[in-house]
């Protein structure tokens, strides 16, 4: 197990803490310790891949990690928002959704030996699903604009990368 590796499996075990932290209404300070969490999280992301690339510690188990990483984050924050009756389910519904068709794919490409990497459109989408996901851990304006303005991006990055990636499905 390398660092990149490391730095990514203290990432998904952090979730469960800021799922607490979001959950936990009555406790002070609740929605700043769970933004802080929320924020550390998706910006040490970029630390992985850093180091990874750094050190030349790219690995397949990194590859499927670091993703699976970013989408426990930003689905347990939005589902706990959910909860919260801060959004409606319909916009994490899509976005569940088109992750779990995206994992479907590169689990079919893995098994002729494939990785897909995420694209720059697909780093976009994540980026704009976190910023608001963080705006509506603390409640601020326009927080539901930015997050449907994620829910485009993943609509529209998801077609991308099945159109990208169709000679997976083909065989």
């Given at each position: 197990m390398n660092l990149p590796n490391r730095i990514t499996l203290i990432r998904i075990?952090?979730?469960?803490?800021?799922?607490?932290?979001?959950?936990?209404?009555?406790l002070p300070y609740?929605?700043?310790?769970?933004?802080?969490?929320?924020?550390?999280?998706?910006?040490?992301?970029?630390?992985?891949?850093?180091?990874?690339?750094?050190?030349k510690q790219v690995t397949t188990l990194g590859m499927f990690l670091d993703p699976v990483a970013d989408k426990i984050l930003v689905i347990s924050a939005l589902l706990c928002l959910v909860e919260l009756r801060a959004i409606s389910a319909v916009p994490v519904i899509i976005v569940i959704f088109r992750d779990l068709a995206i994992m479907g794919?590169?689990?079919?490409?893995?098994?002729?030996?494939?990785?897909?990497?995420?694209?720059?459109?697909?780093?976009?989408?994540a980026a704009v699903l976190?910023?608001?996901?963080?705006?509506?851990?603390l409640g601020l304006p326009y927080g539901n604009e930015v997050l449907w303005i994620g829910v485009a991006l993943s609509v529209i990055s998801g077609i991308e990368y099945f159109y990208k990636n169709r000679r997976v499905l083909n065989g």
């Open positions: 075990l952090f979730i469960p803490l800021l799922v607490y932290y979001l959950l936990s209404p009555n609740n929605k700043l310790i769970s933004v802080v969490i929320f924020v550390s999280v998706a910006l040490s992301d970029a630390v992985d891949g850093y180091v990874a690339r750094k050190l794919l590169r689990l079919a490409a893995s098994t002729s030996g494939r990785i897909i990497a995420a694209d720059s459109l697909g780093k976009t989408k976190d910023l608001a996901a963080a705006m509506l851990i």
